[in-house]
């Protein structure tokens, strides 16, 4: 949609990392023969900052660059660099509470798929507002879907790298969208649970948090990972292990986790009420105890 037919909402031109310099966001211009552009090569991360401070903001850059080092692209810059260059970013916008892009594309090339005839990898920050969910979702709880649209195959894209191309994501989001609700199950090849399009999934047996093996074809997320010990210390159980269908409608809790969807409960999945309806006492503990830890750690932008 074209900016001005946002209501009455000012423009806010933001400067863009582009390369090592910040520029106005109107001369942040990528080349049409850019890879990331004409195949969806690159790799990306979405970053949260809270009371200004980006969280888990080295996490972030670990996962960037092994998703490059997946795709043999080689970003011209240190990891300390980068963070670096995140948190200049932040301060240059005056982020406080906001939605890090981070992209690196493979560049320049010629219009066919050899990635090394590509010039150097371009690096893109980008820091806006979160747009976040509205409160009610997470008082009442989000009604989900599996749908039909497997997840990649890790021997083909391992769905461990967060690449630009996030196509299989997308037909499964339309499912979900086609089907009235805002997100969907995506499950393996071999019809066990992945993940959800955006975020993570967990269900809860009892004391016990469950919630798929990476080798399942899943993105490792950062908020799991953070939501499992933050799980360990308020003395829950936590495993990973293989996840069926039957195992999300019979849980007592379902929950997903994401940087922009941090948790949130999930009451209905394929027409099943799971557990008694309403998000459940384990569910609104971890969305508690995960904001007031987000709120309160992460690298300070100044
Ligand atoms: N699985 C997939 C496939 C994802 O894309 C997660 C899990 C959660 O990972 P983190 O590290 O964020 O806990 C993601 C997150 C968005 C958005 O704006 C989110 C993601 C990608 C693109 C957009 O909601 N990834």
């Known amino acids: 949609m074209p900016r001005f037919f946002v209501q009455q909402q000012k423009e806010v031109l933001v400067k863009i990392y582009l390369n090592g310099k910040l520029v106005p966001e109107r001369q942040a211009k990528i080349s049409v023969f850019d890879h990331g552009l004409l195949y969806g090569d690159g790799v990306f991360e979405g970053i949260r900052s809270y009371n200004g401070r980006v969280f888990e903001l080295d996490a972030h850059i670990d996962r960037l660059y092994d998703s490059a080092k997946a795709l043999a692209l080689e970003i011209p810059m240190t990891r300390a660099g980068m963070a670096k260059a995140v948190i200049r970013t932040c301060a240059a916008n005056k982020t406080m509470d906001g939605y890090i892009r981070l992209v690196v594309t ?39 879907v599996t749908v039909g649209t497997i997840r990649n195959l890790s021997e083909a894209v391992n769905p461990r790298i967060k690449s630009l191309n996030y196509l299989n994501n997308i037909l499964a989001k339309i499912e979900a969208i086609n089907a009235g609700c805002m997100e969907a199950v995506m499950l393996n090849a071999q019809g066990a649970v992945a993940e959800a399009t955006g975020d993570n999934i967990f269900v809860v047996r009892g004391n016990a948090l469950i919630t798929p093996p990476t080798n399942e074809g899943i993105l490792e997320g950062i908020t799991r990972n953070v939501v499992m010990d933050l799980a360990r210390e308020q003395g829950l159980e936590v495993s990973e292990a293989r996840l069926s269908r039957y195992d999300l409608y019979t849980a007592d809790e379902v929950f997903l986790t ?45």
Request: proline share 8%; with cysteine.
């Open 106 to 144: 493979r560049g320049v090339g010629t219009l066919g798929l050899n990635p090394y005839l590509c010039e150097k990898p371009q690096i893109i920050i980008i820091a806006a507002d979160i747009q976040l969910y509205p409160k009610k979702l997470y008082d009442e709880g989000l009604s989900i």
């Open 258 to 302: 994401g940087t922009a969807a941090e948790v949130i409960g999930v009451v209905n999945i394929d027409r099943r009420q799971i557990g008694d309806g309403p998000p459940g006492p384990v569910t609104r503990k971890l969305v508690k105890v995960y904001r007031q830890h987000a709120r309160s750690s992460g690298s300070p932008i100044a």
